[in-house]
């Protein structure tokens, strides 16, 4: 009698196979058996190197990234030829596709120094009334500008008003306020005070140590521009100083700084001019065309005036600051502010030019800027 072995029946070879199988099923196409995510990334501009959780995906935006597991990802993007690097955490779901935006543009940071003289040391330099007041309206108007986001406004706002307002003061406030400034920023000075326009292609404006009988210690439209050219981006000047009308009775000053009607326009062509000069010296290295943006408060044969009682605060104001704030909506923030023509809620540099010119027209006060027809944002709110 023949006895049979009994086999064995090989669970442990049919379970390993099946594993198996159902490994190489999931890699083939892993959202049969186990669902997963993707992640659609995209930028402004696109081109962007693409990286999840650290790692090259040797991708560029716009990309999908497919078949992830669901959980939190870091995915980061690299501009190189601008060097801008963002970052964010996405959650991917399931069968689903996450969407993630970047936008690579650069990062613009906006600075301001204001400089009031009302006071002189020099008691042959009569004393004015608005600068301090004008300085006190054109920061506001500043801290209530909005930037793009609505929330991007100005990063510092300095001040140097009477005493403060040395020659040497002015100058190195200049350096220490934009000293962080790069490319992409935006540096607006402001002067209120007196301006001065004689012997030859000289003009100034005059710090609160400034001299009567002498122009040593003025700070030259060659002076001012050669200091803010230093300064990376672009620069807003805005100058409201003159030598004579309202600004200064005409016996304050010894004959040699006595300056005719005749010899504003002197003043403020040079004032351009300086500034035009520095950006043709500059476009060789900046990249930025037309880095000086620059308003003045006179011109040709005109008289430059200030006054008392402001409408709306009651101090006294030059007319020309005064119109500027009117224009970037000072008298009451409410929306659209007066000089915003096409109510787009960006008031640019020849919009409040044509604003103030409009506003002065009345006292025979022309402004000048430079450059002419600039669409560049002078405010946002």
Known sequence: MYKFKKKK?????????????????????????????????????S???????????????????????????????????????????????????????????PVVTYRALCVGVNDYKDPGITDLRAPSYDVERITEVFENSRFGDEEHTFNSI?????????????????????????????????FSGHGWGGNGNISTILPYDADAGDEYNDISADDLASALSMIPGTKVVILDSCFSGGFIGKDAYVATRRMEINDTKQYNDNIINSFEKYDLQLS????????????????????????????????????????????????????????DFNTDSKITINEIYEHVVELLRGINQDAQVYPANSSFSFIEY
Do not use: W
């Open 158 to 190: 300095d001040v140097l008003l009477g005493s403060q307002a040395t020659r040497n003061n002015i100058l190195q406030a200049i350096t220490s306020s934009f000293s962080e400034a790069d490319q992409n920023d935006v540096s607006y000075f402001y």
């Open 9 to 45: 029946f090989p669970y442990k070879t049919i379970v390993i196979s099946c594993l198996l199988f159902l490994a190489l099923l999931i890699t083939l196409n892993g959202c049969i058996f186990i669902p997963k995510g993707s992640i659609y990334v995209t930028s402004e501009p």
């Open 284 to 339: 060789k290295d900046n990249l930025a065309k037309n880095s000086f943006k620059v308003i003045t408060s006179a011109s040709s044969n005109q008289l430059c005036y200030e006054t008392l009682y402001h409408p709306v605060d009651g101090n006294p104001f030059g007319y020309f600051s005064a119109s500027i704030c009117d224009g970037c909506g000072y008298n009451d923030f409410f929306p659209p502010f007066p000089a």
């Open 47 to 105: 081109g962007a190197k693409i990286y999840l959780n650290g790692e090259d995906t040797n991708k560029e935006t716009p990309a999908m990234i497919s078949n992830i597991f669901s959980g939190s990802y870091s995915i980061k993007v690299n501009l190189e030829e601008k060097a801008i690097t963002r970052e964010e955490l996405v959650e991917v779901f399931q069968k689903q596709v996450t969407s993630v935006h970047f936008e690579l543009l």
